[in-house]
């Protein structure tokens, strides 16, 4: 819990939550707004085993930091099937970086693995700038 020390994750809508698992790139979103925790992989997996850790990361920082544990009795966790997938075994983290700003910007999830090497320049341009474009 080192690393939310100094934030109140409750104290966001939205938390964008980066998942590395061996050799693979995938997203986890905490939305307070909806009661809900969910996983987009561009490889579709399971996600059921991050969410549990979260939704447990969750509850454990709860009681950390306010001295009772976090309700998620009412809490959706899903993975979500209806996304773009990739189609090569190296794209993972440019999907990651999609999906995130898509979710950030409340914005379909419509984009296409075709797209990719435009979302790289994309990216660089972002870094570049300091902004996201």
Not at 58 to 87: C, H, Y
Request: proline share 2%.
């Amino acid at each position: 819990m080192r690393w939310t020390m100094k934030v109140d994750l409750q104290s966001f809508d939205i938390s964008l939550v980066p998942i590395h698992l061996p050799g693979h790139w995938a997203l986890s979103i905490m939305d307070m707004r909806k009661k809900g925790m969910y996983y987009f992989d561009s490889m579709l997996g399971d996600g059921r085993d991050c969410l549990r850790e979260l939704r447990e990361f969750l509850v454990l920082e709860s009681v950390a930091k306010r001295g009772k544990a976090f309700n998620t009795m009412d809490w959706t966790f899903l993975s979500v099937k209806t996304i773009p997938t990739q189609m090569n075994g190296s794209d993972c983290g440019v999907f990651l970086c999609r999906f995130a700003e898509c979710i950030a910007r409340d914005a379909d999830t419509d984009f296409k693995a075709a797209d990719m090497n435009e979302f790289r320049k994309k990216i660089v341009q972002g870094i570049k700038s300091g902004k996201l474009i």
